[in-house]
Nanobody, 124 residues
Framework: QLQLVESGGGLVQPGGSLRLSCAAS????????IGWFRQAPGKEREGVSC????????NYADSAKGRFTVSRDNAKSTVYLQMNSLKPEDTAVYYC?????????????????WGQGTQVTVSS
C-alpha cells in the first residue's frame, strides 16, 4: 500500500527540539518531492518545508527558517524534519505529503498523498 507515516511528535517545552520522521512505503520515494505541512486549531493547513527529490534543494516557510531543517534518506525511504528552538506557535498537527510537482510554488494544492499527521505541542 502507498503510505506516508509520520512519527516523532509529542510534548516539548519552548526552546526544545523534536525530530519528525516520515516513512514512505508502496512507492519509490526518490521520484517525489516531499513537503511538510502543519495545521493549528482554527487555522488553515500551511506549508512548513519542502525537499526536492534528491535533497539538493529545500524550501522553508518564513516562520521556520533558521530553526527547522528538512532532510531525506532515500535509501531508507524516510524524510526528516528537525525542529529546534520550538515556540508555542509551532503547536500543530504536522503532516508529510507527497507532491505531484517540484517544490517550486509548493502548497496543499500540489499534494497527492497525505500522511496521517503527528501532534506537536510546545508548552511549558
Amino acid at each position: 500500500q502507498l503510505q506516508l507515516v509520520e512519527s516523532g511528535g509529542g510534548l516539548v517545552q519552548p526552546g526544545g527540539s523534536l525530530r519528525l520522521s516520515c516513512a514512505a512505503s508502496g512507492f519509490t520515494l526518490e521520484y517525489y518531492a516531499i513537503g511538510w505541512f502543519r495545521q493549528a486549531p482554527g487555522k488553515e493547513r500551511e506549508g512548513v518545508s519542502c525537499i526536492s527529490k534528491t535533497g539538493g534543494s529545500t524550501n522553508y516557510a518564513d516562520s521556520a527558517k533558521g530553526r527547522f531543517t528538512v532532510s531525506r534518506d532515500n535509501a531508507k525511504s524516510t524524510v526528516y524534519l528537525q525542529m529546534n528552538s520550538l515556540k508555542p506557535e509551532d503547536t500543530a498537527v504536522y503532516y508529510c505529503a507527497r507532491l505531484w510537482s517540484t517544490c517550486t510554488g509548493w502548497s496543499t494544492t500540489r499534494v497527492d498523498r497525505w500522511g496521517q499527521g503527528t501532534q506537536v505541542t510546545v508548552s511549558s
